[in-house]
């Protein structure tokens, strides 16, 4: 085997050949401490397990779903799963068991591997109501399961029917590059979820081209925190890496991704908007609410890194005052923040929603660049990237070798090339609608190009909010403007058919509470704190700051102060944190309309 990989089972048996060597390939943290699995057992549990789930019967084409945290299992099990030519379907621990079923039942699953005794119960409580489902596998054993019902039981039955490692390879790489990897369905901010078809080729071809714009070097090591049922982390953070040969270090959880960053101390990682903006915001927040000298040392660091900043990705020459200052301030703030994030950050990957321009040019000036791409399911995901070369403020970078890009009449940005999706499961007419018969994939995305081929997203083109007056409003970047501010979390815009827009705010607690308690103010719930009078004022004084420089149509006329975040849980939010603006109106829809009422 030579050459870039054409298919996942090539891009796999490639990279265990090449980095056996390596005392690594995967880590994961237990109660003892960091546990490593080098690349001969990594392929060794992935033969093991394949022969397990072929001796229970799953063949070419059948369909095996995972519901799981990010842990070494879950690679395990699509490697496994891969080999064999079967197709996974991939299911993020989050969801209900009635989202569950509708998926499992939609895909036709003959087995599903599980995670916990808890995602066990979870699919136990729906089984009868999927008819192709044969077997639930735990990975962990658990009093609840039976005997025949966990990974320690399947990888029993692969020792006990072992396959010949030289045929196991050449059964594997027998794939076509047109055949099913997998079946991830789209979480979508509205309707139900699509099964998004994609081939070995698909996946393979994005790895290749994403690999050539993101330099990966010996000894680099990644933080694995996006869910691996999104493909954003499935390519970047699984296939990317394996192919790299980078160490994938699993974050125990979300809550624990500050502990494990500076445990494992990562080179590279993929995470999304909200992430930088809260270590951002927090940054902020310390020295706002440090002393009079750290608060004024902060700011002039952070203007220094911004000049800085501007000079360096402009490729023009940096004076030498401003090269000292520079270094000072990396001394005083800088090498601080980038501690706190292990110390070894080469650079962070970006994707899943719009990166605030401010929040990126604080962090390339801090020494970590954030490189934002752009892309979706149904393109495997990457469309275009920035790279440490080609780097631009506010864009989401060109395009990736091999990958078309236009822009429609109405903006749209089409896309065409290897990365595009086979279809959407048993949806024809849905397929024929995303992608027309010249082979372009219609993202939904408005976007523009600039003569150097930066794309640019302006708004998604199903969130543009039409006001009674016939103004057209993007609301993703004001949402972006108003989390800028340290005493906003989250915020959402309101106000399609309406006469004017309004906003949700979600106040960044910890530091409202603080400016709350310098006032006097008492309170026993959150609920009471955001319903005073001069709380609300104050934030709406702190939104209007940053809303400046808006067409007066775009600028919300009021706002609605929310007593919690928007979450997971209460379907406000998709498993990759996107905000469903529609569920949120729904579940806030008598506040919504006293607040236009009382405004008339």
Not at 86 to 113: F, M
Not at 440 to 452: K, S, Y
Not at 515 to 522: D, E
Request: net charge neutral; charged share 25%.
């Amino acid at each position: 085997m030579s050459g870039a990989p054409l298919t996942l089972n090539q891009l796999f048996f490639e990279a265990m050949d090449r980095f056996r060597e390596h005392p690594a390939a995967l880590r994961h943290r237990t109660p003892t401490g960091w546990v490593s699995i080098s690349p001969t057992d990594l392929e060794a549990r992935v033969r093991r397990l394949a022969a397990g789930l072929k001796s229970i019967g799953i063949k070419p084409g059948d369909r095996v779903a995972i519901l799981s945290e990010n842990r070494p299992e879950w690679a395990i099990a699509d490697f496994a799963c891969l080999s064999l030519r079967a197709i996974d379907v991939p299911i993020y621990p989050t969801l209900t068991a009635k989202q569950v079923e509708y998926l499992l039942r939609d895909s036709g699953a003959r087995g599903i591997l599980v995670s916990t005794a808890d995602q066990f119960a979870k699919v136990a409580s729906i089984r009868d109501a999927v008819g192709t489902l044969e077997w639930v596998i735990g990975f962990d054993r658990a009093p609840a399961l039976g005997p025949r019902e966990h990974l320690s039981w399947l990888d029993a039955e692969g020792t006990a029917h072992p396959v010949d490692p030289a045929q196991w390879r050449q059964d594997a790489l027998a794939v076509s590059p047109d055949d099913l990897a997998t079946i991830i369905y789209t979480s979508g901010t509205t309707g139900e979820p699509k099964g998004v078809m994609l081939t070995h080729g698909n996946i393979a071809s994005n790895v290749r081209a994403g690999s050539s714009a993101l330099p990966l070097v010996d000894g680099d090591t990644c933080l694995s925190l996006l869910p691996l049922s999104h493909i954003f982390e499935r390519m970047t953070g699984h296939y990317a890496m394996v192919n790299g040969g980078v160490t994938i270090n699993y974050a125990e959880s979300i809550e624990t991704v500050p502990r494990d960053l500076r445990e494992v101390r990562p080179s590279v990682v993929a995470a999304v908007p909200r992430l930088f903006e809260k270590i951002y915001a927090k940054a902020l927040e310390n020295a706002i609410s440090g002393s009079p000298i750290k608060r004024s040392i902060f700011l002039w660091a952070k203007r220094v890194g911004e000049t800085w900043t501007d000079l360096t990705i402009a490729k023009k020459p940096i004076p030498l005052r401003l090269a000292v200052q520079r270094t000072l301030a990396d001394g005083l703030v800088f090498r601080k923040i980038r501690a706190r994030l292990g110390g070894r950050m080469r650079y962070f990957l970006s994707g899943g929603a719009p990166l605030p321009v401010d929040v990126a040019r604080f962090f390339y000036g801090a020494g970590i660049p954030i490189l934002e791409g752009y892309g979706l399911t149904e393109t495997s995901p990457v469309i275009t990237v920035n790279t440490l070369e080609h780097f631009r403020l506010g864009s989401v970078g060109r395009a990736i070798p091999g990958v078309e890009i236009s822009i429609a009449a109405d903006g749209e940005i089409l896309t065409r090339g290897p990365h595009v999706m086979k279809g959407y499961y048993h949806k024809p007419a849905e397929t024929s609608e995303a992608i027309d018969p010249d082979g372009w994939f219609h993202t939904g995305d408005i976007g523009e190009l600039d003569g150097d081929g930066f794309l640019r997203i302006t708004d998604r083109k199903k969130d543009l909010i039409a006001t009674a007056g016939g103004k057209k409003i993007a609301p993703q970047p004001i949402e972006a403007m108003l989390r800028k501010n340290p005493f906003i979390s989250g915020a959402v815009m309101i106000g399609d058919r309406r006469k004017f827009p309004i906003a949700l705010l979600v106040p960044n607690f910890p530091a409202l509470e603080t400016w709350a308690t310098t006032q006097g103010f008492h309170w026993s719930t959150r609920f009471e704190l955001v319903a005073r009078p001069e709380v609300i004022s104050h934030l709406e004084a702190e939104a209007m700051k940053h809303l400046r420089d808006l067409a007066r149509y775009e600028v919300p006329k009021r706002f609605l102060i929310v007593p919690r975040d928007f979450s997971i849980e209460s379907g406000e939010l998709t498993p990759k944190l996107s905000v469903k603006r529609r569920v949120v109106e729904a579940n806030y829809q008598a506040e919504i309309e006293t607040l236009y009422r009382d405004a008339e």
